[in-house]
T-cell receptor, first 111, second 115 residues
Framework: DQQVKQNSPSLSVQEGRISILNCDYTNSMFDYFLWYKKYPAEGPTFLISISSIKDKNEDGRFTVFLNKSAKHLSLHIVPSQPGDSAVYFCAASAVGNQFYFGTGTSLTVIP | DVKVTQSSRYLVKRTGEKVFLECVQDMDHENMFWYRQDPGLGLRLIYFSYDVKMKEKGDIPEGYSVSREKKERFSLILESASTNQTSMYLC??????????????FGPGTRLTVT
């Protein structure tokens, strides 16, 4: 059973606008969340993380929001750039345990 | 920069062959992982290792085994390859000593096709 879900397989956004990628999870024990970006023919690279004691973490153009009551996190990219076009995976873990990855959302930023 | 390398980018094997996928990391990380990535299923953990000669099953270990004789090298073995093992295989490492949490550094992946 998929514990981490990304319900949008793809997303297209105009350059300069905001991209919002969503992720839902089912396990209330998860306390650490990450986003990875993956270009074709490359391995995923770490983008940003958030622990359950926070509800927001920001790094430049990237912000992750965590809503624990809804078991939902989102990644905001502002402004979106063509180089942001990639597949984005969210991942979640409980302390001392493995990460569970979502199925990925393919983002296309249109110039 | 952390570097995780995988021995092959593309591999084609026949059903029943024994297949070795090699992974090497150069940052002295304790933890290493093998995942497979399939469309619509995301990344699924096959096996991981906390230390040399230690291994733990992930979510989908059936049909696979692993070997970690040296800290920097983690091998995934398909004892008898089957067509349902056609997939993208990703190796990763992370620096923590006892838990597989926190960010992992991934290799470029091996696209394995079993015919």
């Amino acid at each position: 059973d998929q514990q981490v879900k990304q319900n949008s397989p793809s997303l297209s956004v105009q350059e300069g606008r905001i991209s919002i990628l969503n992720c839902d999870y089912t396990n209330s024990m998860f306390d650490y969340f990450l986003w990875y970006k993956k270009y074709p023919a490359e391995g995923p690279t770490f983008l940003i993380s958030i622990s359950s004691i926070k509800d927001k973490n920001e790094d430049g153009r990237f912000t992750v929001f965590l809503n624990k009551s809804a078991k939902h996190l989102s990644l905001h990219i502002v402004p979106s750039q063509p180089g942001d076009s990639a597949v984005y995976f969210c991942a979640a873990s409980a302390v001392g345990n493995q990460f569970y990855f979502g199925t990925g959302t393919s983002l296309t930023v249109i110039p | 920069d952390v570097k995780v390398t995988q021995s092959s980018r593309y591999l084609v094997k026949r059903t029943g062959e024994k297949v070795f996928l090699e992974c090497v990391q150069d940052m002295d990380h304790e933890n290493m992982f093998w995942y497979r990535q399939d469309p619509g299923l995301g990344l699924r953990l096959i096996y991981f290792s906390y230390d040399v000669k230690m291994k733990e099953k992930g979510d989908i270990p059936e049909g696979y085994s692993v070997s970690r004789e040296k800290k920097e090298r983690f091998s995934l073995i398909l004892e008898s390859a089957s067509t349902n093992q056609t997939s993208m295989y990703l190796c990763a490492s992370s620096p923590l000593g006892t838990t597989p949490s926190y960010e992992q550094y991934f290799g470029p992946g091996t696209r394995l096709t079993v015919t």
